[in-house]
């Protein structure tokens, strides 16, 4: 495996973005199963609006979240919805890959150190990596 994963990091990341940015677009634009499932039993006209009948759907609330800047696939004040929906994508793409990144930073930092109460072994030393897991090649061979 190669000592610098950078390149792959980035490749992965610029296919997300892509991804997120151009081909959400053309997602389908009807419901999805769960949404379709909570309008059973209901009429709906063209607008996605519930005309009659009964379904779950109809007991539905508004999040609380639903006025927040990116809700509903796209960027609140953004008017082509190709534009807000791209840069959706691609905002959370970047989010999520900075939370990711930070996360996978920090677990890296607190692993086999000086500060994480392991000792570490220096070299190749297969005796001195045997003494710092507390063991030793008399112990291990068998």
């Given at each position: 495996?190669?000592?610098?994963p950078w ?15 151009v081909?959400?677009?053309?997602a ?24 009659g ?22 960027i ?9 929906t ?19 930073w ?7 150190g000086?500060d ?27």
């Amino acid at each position: 495996m190669s000592k610098r994963p950078w390149p792959f990091i980035l490749g992965g990341l610029l296919v997300a973005l892509l991804l997120a940015g151009v081909v959400s677009n053309y997602a389908s634009p009807h419901p999805d199963g769960l949404d379709s499932s909570l309008l059973k039993g209901c009429t709906v006209n063209a607008e996605d609006e519930i005309t009659g009948g009964s379904c779950p759907a109809q007991q539905a609330k508004e999040h609380e979240l639903g006025d927040s800047p990116l809700a509903d696939y796209g960027i609140r004040g953004v008017t082509n919805g190709f534009l807000s929906t791209g840069l959706s994508g691609v905002i959370g793409v970047l989010l999520t890959f900075a939370l990711g990144g930070g996360v996978f930073w920090l677990a890296r930092r607190r692993g086999n150190g000086p500060d994480s109460g392991l000792p570490a072994a220096t070299g190749s030393d297969p005796a001195a990596l045997g003494e710092a897991q507390g063991t030793s090649r008399a112990g291990s061979a068998g």
